[in-house]
């Protein structure tokens, strides 16, 4: 079983950045694919990002290609998620989810989830 806790969020001006963490217990994070979603207030909760569990392979939402990187550092059981030019359709809660098949976007595919951190971006 894996827990997972995210921090790094915030509210930040349109334009801005923020760096997400979300840390994960247990021995074996590596072997876990990582993915973040997020979810706005009235909205489905959506996929934003996902890595592989060796970080060779990653994955994006159309909206955040070019703006958002995901990684990993598995001797630290962590997963990270920088995020630059932040938008206000950007605001939502940011989950940090882990399954077991990498390259998949739906909620479904993940087993554990964080408890999320709010972004908030203003403009």
């Known amino acids: 079983q894996v827990q997972l806790v995210e921090s790094g969020g915030g509210l930040v001006q349109a334009g801005g950045s923020l760096r997400l963490s979300c840390a994960a217990s247990g021995r074996t994070f590596s072997s876990y694919a990582m993915a973040w979603f997020h979810q706005a207030p009235g909205k489905e909760r959506d996929f934003v990002a996902g890595?592989?569990?060796?970080?060779?392979?990653?994955y994006y939402a159309d909206s955040v290609k070019g703006r958002f990187t995901i990684s990993r550092d598995n001797a630290k059981n962590t997963v990270y998620l920088q995020m630059n030019s932040l938008k206000p359709g950007d605001t939502a809660v940011y989950y940090c989810?882990?399954?077991?098949?990498?390259?998949?976007?739906?909620?479904?595919?993940?087993?554990?989830w964080g408890q999320g951190t709010q972004v908030t971006v203003s403009s």
């Open positions: 890595i592989a569990w060796d970080g060779r392979g990653t």
């Open positions: 989810a882990a399954g077991f098949v990498g390259g998949r976007t739906s909620m479904g595919d993940y087993r554990y």
